[in-house]
């Protein structure tokens, strides 16, 4: 029977203020945990990831001669035997190195039904990671926020001007379609003509 596995998620030392805890099926695949952070974390989806735990890299190889790893889309969550308190590492663009520090905090049984609904964010803060910016320019942005009050003015494609928050978090607004968007990502890593590695 499946059972729904919570994990708190947060980028390295960005870790009060951009962080999510999400819910997943423990059927589903640590390539499928992957490619739902990367959906709610605000990427683009154009980079490689890989995850350690307890030693082992997980990584789908595009490159024969790259690092041995586990293909992360062969490993089910319930096959890990994750422990309250157990900790994964996962690394997004090897350019810019965004460390996302997952942690497993339990699992309850999954209702009648409700298989569908997940994953799911409960609770988290901030916008996401920004993409073609390394972590500490980042993490500097934040803190001017911090200090000044101001946040960023962009510009759309309409020529207006709006303000982008590293604080905008908006629960409802990453959860409509989540499903959606994590079976896009899957096919989109997954279903390349080079991902036969």
Request: with cysteine.
């Amino acid at each position: 029977m499946a059972e729904v596995y919570t994990f708190h998620v947060a980028v390295k030392e960005m870790e009060n203020k951009i962080w999510r805890d999400i819910d997943i099926s423990s059927k589903s695949t640590l390539a499928q945990l992957s490619y739902a952070i990367l959906v709610v974390f605000n990427t683009e989806y154009n980079h490689l990831f890989c995850l350690y735990y307890k030693g082992k890299r997980y990584e789908l190889r595009f490159d024969p001669d790259a690092p041995k790893s586990i293909r992360p889309n062969r490993v089910h969550l319930e096959k890990m035997k994750l422990e309250p308190g157990d900790e994964l590492t996962m690394i997004y663009d090897y350019g810019s190195e965004w460390e996302f520090r997952i942690t497993f905090q339990g699992s309850r049984p999954m209702e009648k039904g409700k298989g569908n609904h997940y994953p799911n964010v409960t609770a988290g803060a901030g916008i996401g990671i920004k993409e073609n910016m390394f972590p500490q320019e980042y993490l500097e942005y934040i803190q001017k926020e911090d200090q000044t009050w101001k946040p960023e003015t962009l510009v759309n494609a309409l020529g207006q001007e709006y303000q982008r928050s590293y604080k905008n978090f908006d629960l409802e607004h990453i959860n409509y379609g989540l499903t959606w968007d994590v079976r896009w990502v899957k096919a989109a890593y997954e279903h390349t003509k080079d991902s036969r590695w």
